[in-house]
């Protein structure tokens, strides 16, 4: 199985602070993998090293089996991957239709025209098209979010990662915006999302690691994870 994404022993961290202790995951291209684990146990950390947020102190970080660890963020971004970071990193002062042009521009060549992009993003979430002209502090949670994964898609990444996307929403934005998930790796786009619980995941994975501490404790299938010690905490929701 080729794979879109690889971890090899990945050390990084804080300053001198050491958080990840040797992580090793493997995102096979065009599947969903699923990040567990607790509170404070190194999910947004993972995703910080892989895009380039915090450098890494050792080991590897591969894209499409070439090396990404100690490249900058932005040249990461270029190679097609991005992070939809946990409070989803949109401008709360300017309209959604600013937000939008920005990451537009952003994408450069990748991102198309702009009436193909505007068009895609409000096919997708219509109440974008509607909500065009208002700030988009103003926005729900649930548009909000909608909104920083439609900015995600400027660039046409081949991968995408959404820290905490359904944290605090309602259940019917959820299942919108995993039905969205689910339609971009019918795309062929390969999707990592980090999740407290799995829930509102479950369906879409493919394969769920867990983190504890900093390192992998578990590796396996969603229909797998009931089987886990202490599985109950991970899918409370
Ligand atoms: N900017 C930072 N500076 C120093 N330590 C940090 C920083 N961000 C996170 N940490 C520490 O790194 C560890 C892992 O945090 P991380 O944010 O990766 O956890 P998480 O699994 O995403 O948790 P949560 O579910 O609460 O989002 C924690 O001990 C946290 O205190
Ligand atoms: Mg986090």
New binding site residues.
């Given amino acids: 199985m080729t794979h879109a994404l690889e971890l090899r022993n990945v050390r990084a961290g ?1 300053g001198r ?1 050491e ?1 990840l202790h040797g992580v090793n995951i493997d995102v096979p291209r065009g599947s969903v993998v699923a990040l567990l ?9 993972t995703l910080r090293a892989i895009s380039g947020t915090i450098p890494v102190n050792s080991g590897q970080i591969l894209l499409d089996d070439r090396r990404i660890d100690g490249r900058r963020a932005s040249a990461i971004a270029a190679r097609g991957l991005v992070l939809v970071p ?1 409070g989803r990193g949109i401008f709360p002062g300017m309209t959604v239709r600013d937000n939008l042009a920005i990451a537009h521009r952003s994408g450069g060549k990748q991102a198309g025209a702009w009436d193909d992009f505007a068009a895609n993003v409000t096919g997708a979430f219509p109440v974008l098209g509607e909500r065009m002209d208002q700030p988009s502090g103003l926005l729900s949670g649930g548009e909000q979010q909608m909104l920083a994964v439609s900015r995600a898609l400027a660039g046409d990444p081949s991968v995408l990662m959404f820290d ?1 996307l359904s944290m605090g929403l309602a259940p019917i934005i959820v299942d919108q915006l995993m039905e969205r998930v689910g339609a971009l790796r019918a795309e062929g786009r390969t999707i990592v999302l980090v999740e ?1 619980y799995l829930t509102h995941a479950l369906k879409l994975a493919d394969v769920c690691y867990v ?1 504890a501490k900093g390192q992998v404790t578990w590796v396996g299938e969603p229909g797998e994870l009931k089987h886990m010690p202490s599985a109950a905490s991970y899918l409370s929701a």
């Avoid at 684990?37 to 950390?45: I, P």
């Fill in positions: 804080y602070i958080v684990g607790r509170n404070g146990m190194g999910k947004t950390t946990e905490e407290q983190l």
